[in-house]
């Protein structure tokens, strides 16, 4: 195994350790109901209106809470937040948008942080979303890795993303019961979103996507691992908040807390309920020798292919709908070749894609760059357009 998966590989023939959940909300709405295995993917367990917002003006907000599916197959309830502004009309455009979440505990749902002051948090995104909101689309806001917070687990993402949609269509006063339906995504919320369109020809069938968009897909978390190898990172904080939460998804296949050290133990009880700015700080400047207890290289194919299956480069599904993936061909985050090869295996399977490099060094400013022609194309797909492709 490469060293870069060190402290993603539990050790051979050690006790299973126990992964550390965050704390449970406390709000019995937020609760996992007795009957959750007698739902189907996508049944609506409960909605709630949520008190307005100055931040968006004449929008309603309802949060759906419904029932999903983990990486194992086992029934889970998860959460939607539906941004509907007062121009939206009867059966108009749904976009599914999922955010950036790089966090381990509740404090960093969506759902909560509307309504928090944290800086650390989403609701700097907000005028970005109104100008959504203006163009009288509804906005579905998914807490896209799951209850336990498992970063990381991006198939998780994409199952939620679309039993979010799902859902959302059943809410009748949210009308959006005909919408077309765009989906769209950055970095993490970018591998969300397009896991989800990877797996809705077999996980939902059923809901016509009119296009998926992303962007800064991490499209191969074994090669991300294996490039940050041993070495100090500034923003390995995010890479431990990730073996954490695969963790959590994957306890009997991904024991990560029995190859922490004291120091690391001390880490993971730090970040176990932290969002961005706080698991950065955790991990800034830091490596695997930091936390891990041994150097030995350990070559545990069960830990292992717990990363593969998250590794969308290596899913053999093809997105039904069309594409638009935009990405900087020098972003120093995510392995490019990856993206690229994801594409032409896309194309090459028939897929329409329309992919678009961002000249910046950087991966956040290939966000910002890159939305506004993403937006364009998700507007061409809401009006039936054809969609381009430059396979």
């Given at each position: ?18 992964p550390l ?11 996992t ?13 409960a909605t ?12 309603t907000?309802?949060v ?8 194992e ?22 976009l599914s948008f999922q ?11 969506v ?28 906005v ?33 006063e949210?009308q ?13 919320g ?26 800064g897909?991490?499209?191969n ?15 390995f ?5 990730a073996?954490?939460?695969?963790e ?7 024991p ?17 309920n ?18 891990a ?19 969308l ?16 061909p020098i ?6 070749d ?14 329409k ?8 060094p950087d991966?956040l ?6 939305i ?20």
């Open positions: 195994m490469a060293t870069g998966l060190v402290l993603v590989a539990s050790m051979a023939g050690a006790a299973v350790g126990t959940y965050p704390t449970p909300d406390p709000d019995p709405f937020y609760a109901p007795a009957d959750i295995a007698d739902k189907k993917p996508g049944d609506v367990i709630r209106a949520m008190p307005p917002l100055m931040i968006f003006p004449d929008t907000i309802t759906v809470r419904f029932r999903s599916t983990n990486s197959g086992r029934p889970i309830a998860a959460t939607t937040t539906v941004l509907t502004p007062k121009q939206h009309r009867r059966d108009g455009p749904l955010h950036i979440i790089n966090g381990l505990g509740a404090e960093c749902s759902s909560r942080v509307l309504y928090t002051d944290n800086p650390d948090l989403i609701v700097r995104e907000a005028p970005g979303w109104n100008v959504l909101l203006s163009r009288g689309w509804s579905a806001l998914p807490d896209h890795l799951g209850p336990n917070f498992a970063y990381g687990a991006a198939k998780l993402g994409g199952q939620i993303t679309l039993d979010g949609i799902r859902a959302v269509k059943q809410v009748a949210l959006v019961q005909q919408s077309p339906v765009g989906m769209v995504g950055y970095s993490g970018g591998m969300a979103t397009a896991w989800a369109a990877a797996l809705q020809p077999k996980y939902a069938p059923e809901l016509d996507i009119a296009g998926a968009a992303m962007g897909v991490p499209m978390l074994v090669k991300m691992l294996e490039t940050l190898g041993l070495n100090s990172h500034p923003v904080g995010l890479a431990l908040a073996g954490l939460g695969l959590r998804e994957y306890p009997d296949r991904f990560l807390s029995d190859q922490l050290n004291e120091r690391g133990l001390a880490a993971r009880a730090q970040i176990a932290s969002c961005t700015n706080d698991i950065l700080a955790t991990g800034a400047g830091r490596g695997a020798l930091d936390f207890k041994t150097t030995s290289m350990i070559n545990d194919n069960t830990a292992r292919a717990v990363v593969e299956e998250n590794s480069e290596l899913y053999d599904g093809v997105p039904k709908t069309p594409v638009f993936e935009w990405h900087s972003d120093g985050l995510i392995p490019i990856s993206v690229v090869d994801t594409d032409k295996r896309w194309c090459a399977a028939g897929a894609v329309q992919s678009d490099q961002i000249p910046v991966h400013t290939a966000a910002v760059l890159g506004p022609a993403a937006l364009s194309w998700l507007e061409a797909r809401f009006r039936g357009d054809a969609a381009p492709s430059n396979c």
